[in-house]
């Protein structure tokens, strides 16, 4: 008896603990998911990282997430929709860029501001984008680079020609 009712609480707090997590997370929802913030819209080369729901930041400060991410079929780039809060206006010719939140993954949109005057209306396109960077890709150019010098394709078997 004294086993099962042992259990039976150590149960009961598991389940609590779960419902605490569920509440804390349901609570550091974005206000930009609402219906009090508006869009706007940005192209990459890449958008490694980006999926709905990923944070879009100023300054390190979270002003709102990306809605949609989908393939444009004219440039084929990867057209991301930014929900921005209200209360957020970003001046024109500010910058979006895809940066890394950790050496271990997660990106996010990082938002560059610009010194404007005129703020983007909602629907506007970013002008000026950078995509993601290919950490790999980077890592295996800078250790192709360690040859030492360059390859001039010659086996040594051939002849050479004069130039004119």
């Given at each position: 008896?004294?086993?099962?009712?042992?259990?039976?609480?150590?149960?009961?707090?598991?389940?609590?603990?779960?419902?605490f997590f569920?509440?804390?997370?349901?609570?550091q929802r974005s206000d930009a998911s609402t219906g009090d913030s508006y869009d706007l819209i940005a192209k990459f080369d890449r958008a490694d990282g980006v999926s709905p729901g990923t944070?879009?930041?100023?300054?390190g400060v979270k002003v709102g997430t990306v809605?949609?991410?989908?393939?444009?079929q004219t440039t084929f780039k990867a057209e991301a929709r930014l929900a921005i809060k209200k209360d957020v206006q970003i001046p024109?010719?500010?910058?979006?860029?895809?940066?890394?939140?950790s050496?271990?993954?997660?990106?996010?949109?990082?938002?560059?501001?610009s010194g404007m005057p005129d703020n983007m209306q909602p629907g506007s396109k970013?002008?000026?984008?950078?995509?993601?960077?290919?950490?790999?890709?980077?890592?295996?150019?800078a250790v192709g680079g360690l040859g030492g010098g360059e390859s001039?394709?010659?086996?040594?078997?051939?002849?050479?020609?004069?130039l004119p």
């Open positions: 008896m004294r086993e099962s009712l042992f259990e039976a609480l150590v149960g009961l707090v598991v389940v609590a603990v779960a419902g569920l509440v804390f997370s349901l609570s944070d879009v930041r100023v300054a809605r949609s991410v989908k393939l444009d024109e010719e500010s910058a979006a860029q895809i940066q890394s939140d050496l271990l993954g997660g990106s996010y949109i990082h938002i560059q501001i970013f002008e000026y984008t950078r995509g993601s960077m290919d950490i790999l890709g980077i890592l295996l150019e001039t394709g010659d086996t040594g078997g051939g002849s050479e020609e004069a």
